[in-house]
């Protein structure tokens, strides 16, 4: 079991006319067009917003958990580590497109692509000095 104590943010009305409008930009022009302002008035949305949007556990067994976003504003993804034990090792920040496929006991390997289209792949190096701390990924 792994508890961080890290408050949850609120869901404010501002949030939920940004989730209405972009629900009906979504459906503009498709059969569900006549409904969706019925549905959305009989949503129910949430007090707060939840933590973390991913979990992924790497080839030593510590637990990444990357912290939630509303929306995808184009920066730096954070993650929380544990150890296996649950204790906390560090943060991480890793490029906003990156999707991660391997996480080795010293490196990180992930895919990106470019607005354009462009895809690559990346490996970058995990300097992680000890169980205290978990240093930022450096590409290499």
Avoid: C, N
């Avoid at 409008?21 to 019925?38: C, F, K």
């Avoid at 906003?96 to 990180?108: M, N, S």
């Avoid at 607005?115 to 300097?127: F, I, P, Q, R, T």
Wanted: glycine letters at 8%.
């Amino acid at each position: 079991i792994i508890r961080l104590d890290q408050p949850g943010s609120r869901v404010l009305q501002a949030d939920i006319r940004a989730y209405r409008e972009a629900a009906r930009r979504q459906v503009a022009g498709t059969p569900d067009e006549p409904t969706i302002d019925a549905l959305l008035d009989s949503s129910v949305y949430a007090d707060t917003f939840p933590a973390f949007d991913q979990m992924l556990v790497d080839e030593l067994g510590d637990v990444w958990l990357r912290k939630y976003r509303w929306f995808d504003i184009g920066t730096a993804h954070a993650w929380t580590v544990f150890d296996p034990a649950g204790r906390y090792l560090g943060e991480i920040r890793t490029p906003p497109r990156l999707e991660i496929h391997q996480i080795g006991a010293d490196f990180l390997l992930g895919r990106m692509s470019s607005e354009s289209g462009l895809e690559a792949v990346y490996l970058w190096k995990l300097e992680k000095p000890g169980a205290a701390a978990v240093s930022g990924a450096s590409q290499s």
